[in-house]
T-cell receptor, first 115, second 114 residues
Framework: DARVTQTPRHKVTEMGQEVTMRCQPI?????VFWYRQTMMQGLELLAY????????DSGMPKDRFSAEMPDATLATLKIQPSEPRDSAVYFC?????????????FGEGSWLTVV | AQSVTQLGSHVSVSEGALVLLRCNYS??????LFWYVQYPNQGLQLLLK??????LVKGINGFEAEFKKSETSFHLTKPSAHMSDAAEYFC????????????FGTGTRLLVSP
């Protein structure tokens, strides 16, 4: 059963610390997304990769957030330094191609709390 | 810019009653539309999608949605609610531009009472 795998599932960290979230997309998927979910803002697209190249990261605060795909099986989202307002659920998702109607599959999320 | 509006942040129904969750979209080009469901402490799971084939789309768990271009709507329905349907439901739109970028609505929490 193919699925998007995210680690860690839960993370509590202190303000100012670096946080790295990892995602393994479904094998063969060439598009990867990072979404953030909060009560106030709902689901926001942070970054979008195709064939490991970043296509759109306009939703991501550039001063503290960075997203990369070191290889086709790993996507990372890093926050440095973290702040309490970064507390949220971060979802990774992957898709099988460039068609707009293709289904995007979500991981179970990384629940981040910054204290 | 594309967007979706979900009317009602919470919808309450009794078990066995009709479920109707509303979604209206705005798009400058023919859209692709999706409904996702999120159960507590889980990720989003696709319920169904409209990709310009049949306007009435059937999904998993007995849900269906009808694309109405004249009303710019894509409402989600289920004839008879089950307790297990209690979850958050998100409508999303993707423009037919070759990119899979989804824009989500704010979500509707479905509450089902016995």
């Amino acid at each position: 059963d193919a699925r998007v795998t995210q680690t860690p599932r839960h993370k509590v960290t202190e303000m100012g610390q670096e946080v790295t979230m990892r995602c393994q997309p479904i094998l063969g998927h060439n598009t990867v997304f990072w979404y953030r979910q909060t009560m106030m803002q709902g689901l926001e697209l942070l970054a979008y990769f195709r064939n490991r190249a970043p296509l759109d990261d306009s939703g991501m605060p550039k001063d503290r957030f960075s997203a990369e795909m070191p290889d086709a099986t790993l996507a990372t989202l890093k926050i440095q330094p973290s702040e309490p307002r970064d507390s949220a659920v971060y979802f990774c998702a992957s898709g099988p191609g460039t068609g707009s109607g293709n289904t995007i599959y979500f991981g179970e999320g990384s629940w981040l709390t910054v204290v | 810019a594309q967007s979706v509006t979900q009317l009602g942040s919470h919808v309450s129904v009794s078990e066995g009653a009709l479920v109707l969750l509303r979604c209206n979209y705005s798009s400058s080009v023919p859209p692709y539309l999706f409904w996702y469901v999120q159960y507590p402490n889980q990720g989003l799971q696709l319920l169904l999608k409209y990709t310009s084939a049949a306007t009435l789309v059937k999904g998993i768990n007995g849900f269906e949605a009808e694309f109405k271009k004249s009303e710019t709507s894509f409402h989600l329905t289920k004839p008879s609610a089950h307790m297990s349907d209690a979850a958050e439901y998100f409508c999303a739109v993707s423009e037919n531009t070759g990119f899979q970028k989804l824009v989500f609505g704010t979500g509707t929490r479905l509450l089902v009472s016995p």
